[in-house]
């Protein structure tokens, strides 16, 4: 018979899961707590959340809403960090804070309903965040305008250089 907080907690991670892009799944051990808390800011700095949950409650959660269980995943303490809207971020967070701390390991993840390897989270930590990819985008469509305008101008500067040059010279 399941306790009532178990069954919040489950419900929690439900919710959790609903309303995430993605999840990232990671071994902590070996880190301080004070460790812990600079890994915990820095990923709610790009918009995600880590938190620890028992494995099997995770399981039945994941099982709840038709995403792969991850039994290999989530064997031994795991923490799960939720992403919101951008899954690079928070991996990124991660993948940095993972070059300073060797013991921090990544596990893998579920994004967009399909597990994840590490390998594939790590290659995921390596994209550019969705802001970045959107200022790339913009640069991209802008570019020919601002061409085209450096183009027009081209005529204009080159008349108002000459009406300077001609102005220099009788002035000496």
Not at 43 to 60: C, D, E, F, P, T
Not at 87 to 100: L, N
Not at 122 to 140: G, H
């Amino acid at each position: 018979m399941p306790t009532q907080e178990k069954v919040q907690q489950v419900a929690e991670i439900t919710e959790k899961l609903q309303n995430m892009a993605g999840v990232w799944f990671i071994d902590a051990r070996g880190l301080t707590v004070k460790e812990t808390q600079e890994l915990r800011r820095s990923i709610r700095q790009v918009g995600g959340s880590m938190h620890v949950y028992k494995n099997k409650l995770a399981r039945i959660a994941l099982k709840g809403l038709d995403l792969p269980e991850c039994a290999d995943v989530l064997a031994g303490p795991t923490a799960f960090v939720f992403c919101d809207d951008d899954i690079a971020a928070p991996a990124k967070a991660v993948k940095d804070f993972m070059k300073e701390h060797e013991a921090l390991e990544m596990k893998g993840g579920v994004v967009d309903g399909a597990q994840v390897s590490v390998e594939d989270a790590l290659k995921i930590a390596e994209l550019p965040t969705k802001d970045q990819l959107i200022a790339m985008l913009l640069s991209t469509m802008q570019a020919p305008l601002t061409g085209l305008a450096r183009v027009c101008n081209g005529p204009i500067e080159s008349f108002a250089r000459v009406v300077k040059a001609i102005a220099d010279k009788q002035a000496a």
